[in-house]
């Protein structure tokens, strides 16, 4: 497998293993209802984001957005769209701007790093 299959599966199972185990141990049916998805998962999330933007900084943007893609799609499949299926998009959109500026990073840091080592 390629190396970015393996990245967006890295980044898909980081999202959607975050979701599932803020909501088991939280007790609460949708992860964001509890305080540790923002004071732990989403920190988790961008880690994985920060490091995979490291190793893999072309388009590195997109390893922010498959974990919370990844999780919207769980929560989708698991509870079905609900009424306010629009306001969740929207929700999950702004929830992913923090880990595409972490990936970001990583790929800032990979290419001055790179750059660096040239010199």
Do not use: H
């Amino acid at each position: 497998m390629k190396k970015d299959a393996w990245f967006y599966l890295v980044a898909a199972a980081s999202g959607v293993l975050t979701w599932v185990l803020v909501s088991v141990i939280s007790g609460r049916v949708e992860a964001w209802d509890s305080g540790l998805y923002f004071s732990v998962g989403m920190p988790v999330v961008c880690i994985v984001a920060l490091v995979l933007g490291f190793l893999e900084p072309r388009r590195a943007w997109r390893w922010g957005v498959v974990p919370l893609l990844a999780q919207f799609l769980w929560m989708l499949l698991t509870q079905g769209p609900g009424n306010l299926l629009p306001l969740g998009i929207v929700v999950f959109v702004v929830l992913s701007l923090p880990s595409i500026v972490a990936a970001r990073i990583g790929a800032f840091v990979a290419v001055r790093r790179a750059r660096s080592d040239e010199a």
